[in-house]
C-alpha cells in the first residue's frame, strides 16, 4: 500500500524525491500545505536540530457503507486523526537524519477506511520515516533506513498531498521502504538509486530508480522505474505488504509544468507481475498487467486559497476466466476512472480543506467497491480535514 505535500521550504525529504515531485517545485503558490519554517535549537553534539509537526483530523462520508477490519463498522460517516506527528531532522554537516513519528491515516480512493490506530500499527508503525543521511558534498548523499518511495506522484500522509485521498495510480505503487539509497545532482539532472524491500515486506530483493532533468524553471521531465528482483510469497505488515503488488514491474513518465498560480503534472504508469509469482501466490496463473493515466493539477486562487484537482484511468489487463489476477481490485478485464477536487484555505499554520472524489469502475468479477455491498459500481466520498501545522 502506498500512500504530497513538496511545497517545503527546506530539506525534510530526499534530494530526488523533492526534484520529481510536482509539488516540490519552489514556489509559495504550489504549496496549499507549505509547512511553516522549523523551530531550531541547539542539541549539543548533535549541532543544530530543525523541528515541525502536524496534528489534524477529518470527517469522511460516502455513499456505499464502510466496512473490513478495523474500520468503522456497518457505517456511511465517520472521523479520526489524519496527522499527529512530530518531524526532527538535521540537515547541515557530514552526517544528517531525519526523524517522523506520530500517528496518521491514509485514505485512498475505492477502499476500506481503517481506523487511525489501526493503520499506525499494520503499516509503516510510530516511526513510519526516519534515516541516517551521509552528505560528504553538496550535490551527493547516501541515505538509510526507512525511506520514502522514489515512484509516484503522490506522497504517503495526506498534509503532504494536494488532495486528501490517494488516486487509483497510487495503489500501484509502495510507500515507504527500509533500505538504502544514493542521491546525485549535477546541473539540471537529479538521479537516485534505492535497493529496499519493496512494499514494506522486510526482503531486500528490490532495487528502484528516479531520473529527473529540470528542462527550465517552468518545465521539467520524470522517469520512474522499480521491481523485485525475485519472489516474495507472504505479508510482512498486513496492510503496507500487498503481495501482488510486492512482486510488480512498475514504470511511470511524467511531466510538470509550473507557472506563477498553476502547477500540472501528467504522468503514465505501467505495472507487470510475472506469471510465476502469481501462481506462486495462488491467485492466478497468467502474467497480469496495469495500464494508468492522471493528471494532478493546483490552481491558487490567493495566498492563502487554492483548489486542486486530479483526474485518473487504471485497467487491469486479462478476464475473469483466463487466468489474470486482480491488481487494481476491481477484478481482471476491469477498468476504472476517478475524479478529485480540493479546495484548501491555509493561513500560517492553520488549514481547512473539503474534498468530494468519485470513482466509477466496469467490475469485471462482481466484487464491487470495497465497503459495499459487492454490486456497486461507483463510489461517492466527502472528507473534509482540518488542523495545525508549525
Known amino acids: 500500500m502506498k500512500s504530497s505535500k513538496r511545497g517545503y521550504r527546506h530539506k525534510i525529504i530526499p534530494l530526488t524525491v523533492l526534484a520529481l515531485s510536482p509539488l516540490a517545485i519552489g514556489t509559495g503558490h504550489a504549496s496549499p500545505l507549505a509547512l511553516p519554517s522549523p523551530l531550531t535549537f541547539h542539541a549539543g553534539p548533535l549541532g543544530t536540530l530543525n523541528v515541525q509537526g502536524v496534528a489534524s483530523g477529518y470527517g469522511i462520508w460516502q455513499d456505499n457503507k464502510f466496512a473490513g477490519s478495523g474500520s468503522p463498522g456497518n457505517k ?4 479520526d486523526i489524519s496527522n499527529g506527528m512530530v518531524i526532527i531532522q538535521k540537515n547541515t554537516g557530514l552526517v544528517q537524519f531525519y526523524l517522523q513519528a506520530g500517528a496518521y491515516n491514509v485514505m485512498s480512493l475505492g477502499s476500506n477506511f481503517v481506523s487511525t490506530g489501526t493503520f499506525t500499527q499494520n503499516t509503516f508503525g510510530a516511526l513510519p520515516v526516519g534515516y541516517l543521511e551521509i552528505a560528504p558534498t553538496g550535490n551527493f548523499n547516501v541515505q538509510i533506513g526507512k525511506l520514502p518511495t522514489l515512484i509516484g506522484a503522490e506522497y504517503t500522509f495526506s ?33 537516485s538509486l534505492s535497493w529496499n524491500d519493496g512494499f514494506y515486506s522486510d526482503r531486500f530483493n528490490w532495487v528502484t530508480g528516479a531520473l529527473t532533468w529540470a528542462i527550465n524553471k517552468e518545465n521539467s521531465v520524470f522517469f520512474q522505474a522499480g521491481g523485485n528482483m525475485g519472489h516474495t ?29 498553476l502547477v500540472v503534472t501528467p504522468y503514465v504508469q505501467y505495472t507487470s507481475v510475472p506469471a510465476s509469482a502469481i501462481q506462486a501466490l495462488g491467485v492466478g496463473t497468467r502474467k497480469t498487467s496495469t495500464l494508468g493515466a492522471a493528471i494532478l493539477a493546483d490552481y491558487s486562487l490567493t495566498d ?32 476504472a476512472w476517478s475524479l478529485t477536487v480540493t479546495p484548501t484555505y491555509q493561513d500560517g499554520g492553520f488549514f481547512a480543506r473539503a474534498e468530494l472524489s468519485y470513482v466509477t469502475a466496469s ?28
Not at 498534509?159 to 544514493?182: F, M, T
Open 363 to 390: 467490475m469485471q468479477s462482481g466484487t464491487g467497491f470495497s465497503g459495499s455491498n459487492g454490486l456497486a459500481k461507483n463510489q461517492l466520498r466527502g472528507v473534509v480535514e482540518t488542523g495545525f501545522m508549525f
Open 159 to 191: 498534509y503532504q498531498n494536494w488532495n486528501i485521498e490517494r488516486g487509483l495510480l497510487w495503489g500501484q505503487e509502495n510507500a515507504v521502504n527500509k533500505g538504502i539509497q544514493a542521491n546525485y545532482t549535477m546541473g539540471p539532472v537529479t538521479a
Open 76 to 79: 456511511s460517516a465517520s472521523a
Open 233 to 261: 510469497n507472504f505479508a510482512y505488515s498486513s496492510i503496507a505488504t500487498t503481495p501482488l503488488q510486492n512482486n510488480e514491474s512498475i514504470y511511470d513518465l511524467g511531466y510538470t509544468y509550473t507557472g506563477a498560480n
Open 304 to 335: 492563502k486559497i487554492s483548489v486542486a484537482g486530479r483526474v485518473e484511468y487504471i485497467s487491469n489487463s486479462g478476464s475473469p476466466t483466463d487466468g489474470a489476477a486482480n491488481l487494481t481490485g476491481f477484478g481482471p478485464g476491469s477498468h
